[in-house]
């Protein structure tokens, strides 16, 4: 799922997109959504640290998966939390007013609560045998992920070349 996301950005966006983390974890999505607040997203090189545009699971073991594009408030911090901050935030202040459908937080100038509240073993058979070509990346709910990931990555690309 993670390389379909990922192909799709680099196809549609930009070649040089990369599969992201905030946290020193080996970068594959179902590693990170197995732990709390461990983002897997996409991000380009030249963009500022601690900014990508993610999946995240809000609990432990891929439950309350969000989307959406976490650059942390570095102003919203404590002193010791500050280098989780992202020197993009103030360019993407703007999102969740321009960008429908989404909220602001502290970690995330926008994100969303996916629908899908577990995306455990379960989710992924499901999504492998309602699939019209019995791959995951063919199942539409994937193929709407990998939309909004293009999209969210032209949004915060533009927003960041500004």
Known sequence: MGDYVLCEVREKVA??????????????????????FTPWGVRRPSWPENCLVALESQKYFFWEVVFGVKSPDPKKMSADERHFGSPARKKLEKLSSTVPGGRKTNYWPWMKTLPESYWGQEFAARLIMESPTSQVDGH?????????FVEMAAVVDGLLEE
Do not use: K, N
Not at 27 to 34: F, S
């Open 15 to 36: 070649s040089d997109f990369e599969a992201a983390s905030d946290v020193d974890i080996e970068i594959v999505l179902g590693a990170c959504l197995y732990e709390r």
């Open 140 to 148: 539409p709910e994937i193929q709407e992920l990998a939309r909004q």
